[in-house]
């Protein structure tokens, strides 16, 4: 069956088109848009009117979904990156198989309501309280996969390598810690067996790729089997990379080498990897990443929130690197928050403006995250690709008021998640009017969720 849908504006490469009609068709791979029409003053008969500027659907490109329950918890006092480290482990020894599908389903569908039809799940909240194997040694990888099913979003679930406290003596990797015991499978072949066995149940809304935590929790002698499994799939490929400093100087006393010489000489690199921060680098990582194509996602708002520090995103593209962006630890999920904290964190580490135009920010948001997350066909309101696509307002007090040919920059500059009126996946409605319509209250979803 297929179903039009009639954008009073719609973003259509890089540009703002006024009356456009995407016409949509279920289909065994997901659902795909099979026309787009421009100049359809009035909204054909029949067809979905969409009031404001619709966009292609937003991927958020690194997700941790039982950060959400730190939100707020977190904000209170000060400290560094380690002690909010100490606090989130608190939160994971907490959640079971049961609790983590309630909290990923309402957490999603916050994401579904700000626009996101596509997450990407770096996952390594493995096995039980003590490192303990659940009876399905994936138990909380298939509560991801059904929580996003439930609220009607895409996800890449990047299965995480996690096997390490720290390097060790000469990088050999020390023994994880108690709080760690359930990220960590053993060794990596042992992780490779367990993620092998990991199988979405609908491979149209849910696919499997890998992840290695990052250079201290991964021991080198380890990283060419997680390369090797992701290459056999030709999967996406995802690793924390010099988020801290400390890592950094850790890595160089290990190894003799930054993280990123580390992974580039394990073969890690390469236009199916994302590195996820790459806030501390060298003009010589610089290089690396970009020679490799190998993407970037920042995820700004984490990255104020934890004191992180402000990445070269701007050099990183001019050395060939594609940037998506992420929500990370959800302090917000608000992927035009993500896109527009990229520019003003560099207008205040630069003291200039204008480093990307709106359409390069929503194409961050959009075309670049779903590619980092292996979902090249999505991102673009055009025939054959996905039909995900999300509306925003541009009637509300915060996106009012600029002629229509700004709207984007209004979106990204102006817009927050509070104004997505529609949310479309695989042609058909998640949020219609601003309501989720399989999760009926998110709010009090996320509220039982984190009472439990």
């Known amino acids: 069956m297929r179903l039009t849908?009639?954008?009073?504006?719609?973003?259509?490469?890089?540009?703002?088109?006024?009356?456009?009609?995407?016409?949509?068709?279920?289909?065994?791979?997901?659902?795909?848009?099979?026309?787009?029409?421009?100049?359809?003053?009035?909204p054909p008969q029949g067809a979905e009117v969409l009031r404001g500027l619709t966009v292609p659907g937003l991927a958020n490109a690194h997700s941790h979904a039982f950060h959400r329950a730190?939100?707020?918890?977190?904000?209170?006092?000060?400290?560094?990156?380690?002690?909010?480290?100490?606090?989130?482990?608190?939160?994971?020894?907490?959640?079971?198989?049961?609790?983590?599908?309630?909290?990923?389903?309402?957490?999603?569908?916050?994401?579904?309501?700000?626009?996101v039809t596509c997450v990407g799940e770096f996952h390594y909240l493995h096995h039980a309280p003590g490192g303990a194997r659940y009876d399905d040694p994936n138990a909380m990888g298939h509560a991801l996969l059904a929580a996003a099913a439930e609220a009607g979003i895409r996800v890449t679930l990047l299965d995480t390598a996690y096997l390490a406290s720290g390097f060790g003596t000469k990088g050999r990797g020390a023994p994880p810690g108690r709080p760690q015991l359930r990220f960590s499978?053993?060794?990596?072949?042992?992780w490779a067996e367990r993620a092998s066995a990991l199988t979405p149940a609908d491979p149209a809304t849910a696919r499997v790729g890998a992840a290695?935590?990052?250079?201290?929790?991964?021991?080198?002698?380890?990283?060419?089997?997680?390369?090797?499994?992701?290459?056999?799939?030709?999967?996406?490929?995802?690793?924390?990379?010099?988020?801290?400093?400390?890592?950094?100087?850790?890595?160089?006393?290990?190894h003799g080498r930054t993280p990123t010489e580390l992974l580039a000489e394990h073969g890690v690199l390469g236009p199916r990897t994302t590195?996820?921060?790459?806030?501390?680098?060298?003009?010589?990582?610089?290089?690396?990443?970009?020679?490799?194509?190998?993407?970037?996602?920042m995820c700004p708002t984490t990255e104020r929130d934890l004191a992180d520090g402000i990445g070269p995103a701007p050099e990183l593209e001019r050395a060939g690197t594609a940037?998506?962006?992420?929500?990370?630890?959800?302090?917000?999920?608000?992927?035009?928050?993500?896109?527009?904290?990229?520019?003003?964190?560099?207008?205040?580490?630069?003291?200039?403006?204008?480093?990307?135009?709106?359409?390069?920010?929503?194409?961050?948001?959009?075309?670049?995250?779903?590619?980092?997350?292996?979902?090249?066909?999505?991102?673009?309101?055009?025939?054959?690709?996905?039909?995900?696509?999300?509306?925003?307002?541009?009637?509300?007090?915060?996106t009012v008021g600029p002629p229509s040919r700004m709207a984007a920059e209004a979106v990204v500059f102006a817009a927050t998640g509070?104004?997505?009126?529609?949310?479309?996946?695989?042609?058909?409605?998640?949020?219609?009017?601003?309501?989720?319509?399989?999760?009926?209250?998110?709010?009090?979803?996320?509220?039982?969720?984190?009472?439990?």
């Open 70 to 115: 730190l939100r707020g918890a977190v904000q209170v006092g000060s400290g560094t990156f380690w002690t909010w480290r100490e606090v989130m482990y608190q939160v994971a020894s907490r959640i079971t198989p049961d609790s983590y599908y309630a909290l990923a389903r309402a957490t999603y569908a916050e994401m579904a309501l700000a626009g």
């Open 185 to 190: 499978d053993g060794t990596a072949e042992e």
């Open 5 to 42: 849908y009639w954008c009073e504006y719609a973003w259509l490469n890089g540009t703002v088109e006024p009356g456009v009609a995407i016409e949509t068709t279920d289909s065994a791979d997901g659902g795909r848009i099979a026309d787009v029409r421009t100049g359809v003053t009035s």
């Open 323 to 398: 940037l998506s962006l992420g929500s990370d630890s959800h302090a917000v999920i608000d992927l035009f928050e993500e896109a527009r904290g990229m520019e003003l964190n560099e207008r205040l580490r630069s003291r200039t403006r204008g480093h990307w135009t709106a359409a390069q920010l929503l194409r961050a948001a959009t075309e670049d995250g779903h590619a980092a997350l292996g979902w090249p066909e999505a991102g673009r309101l055009e025939a054959g690709s996905l039909a995900d696509f999300t509306t925003v307002a541009l009637d509300s007090v915060r």
């Open 275 to 297: 590195a996820i921060h790459a806030t501390h680098l060298t003009d010589g990582d610089i290089r690396r990443l970009g020679g490799s194509s190998t993407g970037v996602c």
């Open 212 to 254: 290695i935590h990052s250079v201290r929790a991964v021991p080198a002698r380890e990283l060419d089997t997680v390369v090797k499994w992701a290459d056999a799939r030709e999967a996406p490929l995802h690793v924390h990379l010099s988020e801290q400093t400390a890592e950094n100087d850790a890595c160089q006393e290990a």
């Open 418 to 452: 509070a104004d997505v009126r529609h949310t479309v996946v695989g042609g058909r409605h998640v949020v219609r009017d601003g309501t989720h319509t399989s999760v009926p209250d998110p709010a009090k979803a996320l509220s039982e969720a984190l009472e439990r």
